[in-house]
């Protein structure tokens, strides 16, 4: 990590593999995203295009991220949002410089926030404060 280092393609890939790579261990996360991937590269790949796309503004990203979230809804619980937050926070700020990672962060949040308002509309737009989302992230 650099930090005078512009955000790019290069850091972005670092931060999306090394991100995955927790998620596919995760005891919360692991079990749906292994069944649901069946291309681990490919899939690595598209998530790279879409931060570029979301971050650098490149438009790589040509896919519709809810369709996708919508196939898998049936296993998806409001919990595991707040789970992928705080792995994504905890990945950024490995992987990138402080006011990069609070960039990446920040638009995740918003990322999640749409996802989760889409998928479960009945509950509150917002996720809640702290001490209910680690009450949430424990599996």
């Avoid at 261990?25 to 690595?44: K, M, S, V």
Wanted: net charge positive; with cysteine; aromatic share 8%.
């Amino acid at each position: 990590m650099h930090p005078d280092k512009d955000l790019d393609d290069a850091a972005l890939t670092a931060l999306v593999e090394h991100f995955y790579a927790h998620v596919r261990r995760d005891a919360r996360l692991g079990p749906l995203f292994n069944t649901a991937i069946a291309d681990w590269q490919e899939h690595l790949r598209k998530l790279t295009a879409f931060w570029s796309s979301v971050m650098l503004t490149t438009g790589r990203y040509k896919g519709q991220p809810l369709p996708a979230h919508l196939r898998h809804q049936a296993q998806i619980s409001p919990d595991m949002f707040i789970r992928w937050l705080a792995l994504w926070e905890e990945s950024a700020a490995q992987c990138l410089p402080p006011h990069h990672a609070a960039g990446v962060i920040a638009k995740a949040h918003r990322i999640a926030s749409s996802l989760r308002m889409a998928l479960f509309p009945s509950l509150p737009p917002r996720f809640g404060d702290a001490a209910g989302a680690n009450a949430a992230t424990q599996p």
